[in-house]
């Protein structure tokens, strides 16, 4: 039952943080009853049995809505597409936008991705009068990170997007959100912010190309059933199996910002119900805590829940500089199988232990980028969260939480062994 006549809809409900989204609304968040009814959209389709959102007689009305194109036509065509397949779309008041499409081709991937969310905008402006906010997410390729060793000293804080060197901003389509946006509410009732995770530690019941968390949770359940570690294995190891990080010294010891994706989705939740201190299209840095974290440091924790003992990365004899290379590039050789080789190599044993989504339901294309993120992330990127506390919302949290929280429901989902 809901007092309220909110109404979300969330674009892009089965990625990392759209699924969280949805996951929080559900759950009441920040109360029960601010939200009467939420609209779902996904890309692919999702069966809601096995979504894992919590199914309870009190929370909102949920519609799931798939095959909704995007891309095709303009916002009429849109419009006219979401009028046919959602429920009241009349009565929508907040529009959480989690859609990105990664293209080769830069310049191509912001056309195509601020396409998409203009005709989302144009559509709404038509179709929904009661509208109240807009809230996206961005992220630290907005910062810069995508050139070798960065492009501003941290902390990173917010002020600092309106300086990004021309190449490289057009390159990104968060201007190109915060431009449209800015268009488009211009003199209307509703108001919109962005928020700015860096490494996002979530979950989703169908894999998803840009989650290290599973990334990383596939490689280290396959590492530990291959030396007799875990539930699966029928030949116990005899004594502990370390297992090194998938990186260099330099990535293992840089400094950054992890946030858990229920986090995001509360702040995007919080920051919709404040437009007076979280709208007028302000930008937000959202992390898990005010102090950052290595890699080095957490990986330990990691490979514990795997029953392992993560160690520090293998000193290779011939090491590529450090800030040297970018996102998706690794060295020419390791002694190690970076994690994508080796879920592709092993993969087969998930078949084996009935864990079919497991194999189906990965990282799939997104596996070299993953895999390149202890090499090519070796310069400190950590995130000001300064903005973010002034709001008044939640305050630090254990940022390993967040890894392990995934971990269980990947293993739930049956993701991992």
Sequence with gaps: ??????????????????????????????????FSKITAVTNRPLNTSESLW????????????????LLKGDGATLASSLMQAVENIESVTHIYYL??????????????NRCMFQN????????????????????TRGYGIYTPGGTFTPPLTEDMVKNLPPDYAKTVVYPAYRELLSAASKGKRWTWCEVCPDAIIGFTPNGSQFSLALHWAQYLSLYAFMHGVGPFTTEAATSPVEVPFPGNAAGANSLFS???????????????????????????????????????EIWPHLAKWFGLVGVGPVTEKASTPDNSMGAGQLPESTSLLPPGEYVTKYRSVFIQNGRENAATRGVGAGHRQLDSVGYWLT??????????????????????????????????AGLIL
């Design 1 to 34: 039952m809901s007092d309220s006549s909110n109404h979300a809809i969330v674009f892009g409900a089965s990625g990392l943080i759209g699924w969280a989204i949805v996951d929080q609304l559900l759950r009441g968040y920040p109360r029960l009853g601010s």
């Design 54 to 69: 919590p199914t309870d007689s009190d929370q909102p009305d949920l519609q799931l809505v798939s095959g909704i194109d």
């Design 99 to 112: 859609v990105f499409q990664a293209i080769e081709d830069d310049i191509e991937e912001v056309a195509i």
């Design 120 to 139: 989302v905008v144009d559509a709404h402006t038509t179709l929904s009068p009661n509208l109240q906010f807009v809230a996206f997410a961005g992220g």
């Design 258 to 296: 992890p946030v858990s994706s229920a986090t995001i989705a509360r702040f995007m939740i919080y920051a919709s119900l404040h437009p007076e201190t979280c709208g007028g299209g302000r930008l937000f840095n959202v992390a898990d805590n005010e102090t950052p974290c290595k890699y080095g």
């Design 379 to 412: 310069f400190d990127r950590q995130l000001s969260i300064t903005k973010l506390r002034e709001t008044g919302f939640e305050g630090d949290k254990n940022p390993v939480q967040g890894w392990l929280s995934v971990f269980e429901m990947f293993r739930k």
